[in-house]
């Protein structure tokens, strides 16, 4: 199973990007995805997930309202759209997806996600 992460860049505070995160290889439709991140001298950190089918999403609280986590699942894809970008959001972005069921409540947590992409680099300047 192979996630492909694009759509990361600079951008301005207040500005907006898409990420998108491309699944290939040997898996299920029925997969969860979520998006991490990791800033430079951070821990990684949860930021959205997106249940399947994709009638459930969790967003941690410092992004809701300003990002969207949606699924093609004709398309193996999974998006992240951030708006109203902040310089705090500078980090790198990671797609991670997993087969199994995650239990409620969890899907912040990393460890329940069995697939990674590499990061795609997210610079919001002020």
């Known amino acids: 199973v192979q996630l492909q992460a694009s759509g990361g860049g600079s951008v301005q505070g207040g500005g907006s990007l898409r990420l998108s995160c491309e699944v290939s290889g040997r898996t299920y439709e029925s997969y969860a995805a979520g998006w991490f991140r990791q800033a430079p001298g951070k821990e990684r950190e949860f930021v959205a997930a997106i249940s399947w089918p994709g009638r459930n999403t969790d967003y941690t609280d410092s992004v809701k309202g300003r990002f969207t986590i949606s699924r093609s699942n004709d398309k193996n894809t999974a998006y992240l759209q951030l708006d109203n970008l902040k310089p705090e959001d500078t980090a790198n972005y990671y797609c991670?997806?997993?087969?199994?069921?995650?239990?409620?409540?969890?899907?912040?947590?990393?460890?329940?996600?069995?697939?990674w992409g590499q990061g795609t680099l997210v610079t919001v300047s002020s």
């Open positions: 991670a997806i997993t087969e199994i069921p995650i239990p409620a409540g969890s899907s912040h947590d990393a460890h329940h996600y069995d697939y």
